[in-house]
């Protein structure tokens, strides 16, 4: 048995619940403490961040090898995420879940996209638009609750004039997104896009991906249903880089991305004030490398959210969310320790002094 833990100073439980020490006992959190002597950590305790838009397994190149994946994962471990919510993987990564040493993953199964709207080896490719209800139900049985879909990218058939589009009918998107429902998961969907949110709040969605396109009108009506957004700013950044490469041949494409890019703080602001839930993802793989939590909710915080409810939505809120315990009497003991107070300085989140998962300390 692992030596018990004693936890003192700041312990988080969430919106103004604060508790002064906990214990560490068989892997669980307890409000008891143990009758043999507990190793002493003092600091600000939260519950382990939540990465909701990860995707361990897969590289620039699509799915890279078992080995590299576990690296992934150490890598967002050591930087105090605990819960990853894989959003999209060619490779099973049920192995994951078996890893004590590793985050917590919840997976929504592969990306859903169509042949040549989406970057090549990254996702499960349907050649017919009609297989996409029972690719999700497929999904669904698959996945741990969760499908992931690509519901925009550009389509380059327009020649100069070629720019994001739907890839989904609307009444297929529908049907596809009642038959995840039937099996018992939700959806979350890739939306750069103005155009394809109408359809996704028709048809149901629950949740949003990076929300760059999204009007005030959206932007309400996701607020009112309780839909979460998770806004990527990370990857948002890089839409200069993909103008760039659209150059003078997609040029509609490429200053839409750029106008995207412009106001994408604003937009931040805009989910935020309107009450939106936020979710806080880094998407790293493919081009983002894993660890990058900590960065992405900087820069949420430099958009303008208040630090307090950046750390929260990337702790205690991002774990009601998805149903997860934080802080508990007899909650998993999945805490992450720093010297200051991250609610009041999120640079603080890149300096944990100690990671508790599932009871042992790294």
Same mark, same amino acid.
């Given at each position: 048995m692992?030596?018990p833990?004693?936890?003192?100073?700041?312990?988080?439980?969430?919106?103004?619940?604060?508790?002064?020490?906990?214990?560490?006992?068989?892997?669980?959190?307890?409000? !008891?403490?143990?009758d043999?002597?507990?190793r002493?950590?003092e600091?600000?305790?939260?519950?382990g961040?939540?990465?909701?838009?990860?995707?361990?397994?897969?590289g620039?190149?699509?799915?890279?090898?078992?080995?590299? *994946?576990?690296?992934?994962?150490?890598?967002d471990?050591?930087?105090?995420?605990?819960l990853?919510?894989?959003?999209?993987?060619?490779q099973d990564?049920?192995?994951?879940?078996?890893?004590p040493?590793?985050?917590?993953l919840?997976?929504?199964?592969?990306?859903?996209?169509r042949?040549?709207r989406y970057?090549?080896?990254?996702?499960?490719?349907?050649?017919?638009?009609a297989?996409?209800?029972?690719?999700m139900?497929q999904?669904a049985r698959?996945?741990?609750?969760?499908?992931?879909?690509?519901?925009?990218w550009?389509?380059?058939?327009d020649?100069?004039?070629?720019?994001?589009r739907p890839l989904?009918p609307?009444d297929?998107?529908?049907?596809?997104?009642?038959?995840?429902?039937?099996?018992?998961?939700?959806?979350?969907?890739h939306?750069?896009?103005r155009?394809?949110?109408?359809?996704?709040?028709?048809a149901?969605?629950d949740?949003i991906?990076?929300g760059?396109?999204?009007t005030?009108d959206?932007?309400?009506?996701?607020?009112?249903?309780?839909?979460?957004?998770?806004?990527?700013?990370l990857q948002v950044?890089?839409?200069t880089?993909f103008?760039?490469?659209?150059?003078?041949k997609?040029?509609?494409?490429?200053e839409r991305?750029?106008?995207?890019?412009?106001?994408?703080?604003?937009?931040?602001?805009?989910?935020?004030?309107a009450?939106?839930?936020?979710l806080?993802g880094?998407?790293?793989g493919?081009?983002?490398?894993h660890?990058?939590?900590? *960065?992405?909710l900087?820069?949420v915080?430099?958009?303008?959210?208040p630090?307090?409810?950046?750390?929260? *939505?990337?702790?205690?809120r991002g774990?009601?969310?998805?149903?997860v315990?934080?802080?508990? !009497?007899?909650a998993p003991? !999945?805490?992450v320790?720093?010297?200051?107070?991250p609610r009041?300085?999120v640079?603080?989140l890149t300096?944990?002094?100690?990671?508790?998962?599932?009871?042992?300390?790294?």
């Amino acid at each position: 048995m692992a030596r018990p833990l004693h936890l003192t100073g700041t312990v988080v439980v969430g919106d103004g619940a604060e508790l002064d020490e906990c214990w560490v006992v068989e892997g669980r959190l307890t409000l !008891d403490p143990p009758d043999v002597p507990a190793r002493e950590l003092e600091g600000w305790v939260l519950p382990g961040l939540v990465d909701v838009h990860c995707h361990i397994g897969l590289g620039p190149e699509g799915e890279v090898s078992v080995e590299e *994946a576990e690296a992934q994962a150490r890598a967002d471990r050591d930087a105090g995420t605990l819960l990853v919510r894989d959003a999209g993987s060619p490779q099973d990564t049920r192995w994951v879940q078996r890893r004590p040493d590793l985050p917590r993953l919840i997976r929504a199964g592969h990306h859903l996209a169509r042949p040549k709207r989406y970057l090549r080896h990254y996702g499960r490719e349907l050649d017919d638009v009609a297989q996409l209800p029972e690719a999700m139900a497929q999904e669904a049985r698959y996945g741990d609750g969760w499908v992931k879909i690509v519901a925009d990218w550009i389509d380059r058939s327009d020649g100069a004039e070629s720019d994001l589009r739907p890839l989904w009918p609307a009444d297929v998107l529908a049907e596809g997104i009642a038959a995840a429902h039937e099996n018992g998961a939700r959806v979350t969907a890739h939306a750069f896009s103005r155009e394809v949110v109408d359809d996704l709040l028709a048809a149901g969605i629950d949740g949003i991906e990076h929300g760059t396109g999204m009007t005030a009108d959206h932007i309400a009506e996701a607020a009112r249903r309780g839909i979460p957004v998770t806004p990527t700013l990370l990857q948002v950044a890089h839409f200069t880089d993909f103008a760039a490469q659209a150059g003078a041949k997609y040029p509609v494409f490429a200053e839409r991305m750029l106008r995207m890019h412009a106001r994408r703080h604003e937009q931040v602001r805009a989910f935020h004030e309107a009450g939106v839930p936020l979710l806080m993802g880094s998407d790293a793989g493919g081009t983002i490398r894993h660890g990058s939590l900590p *960065a992405e909710l900087a820069e949420v915080v430099r958009a303008g959210v208040p630090v307090h409810d950046v750390v929260a *939505a990337a702790s205690w809120r991002g774990r009601d969310i998805l149903g997860v315990p934080g802080v508990a !009497d007899g909650a998993p003991a !999945d805490v992450v320790v720093y010297p200051q107070d991250p609610r009041e300085d999120v640079s603080v989140l890149t300096r944990p002094t100690a990671v508790v998962l599932r009871g042992e300390l790294f």
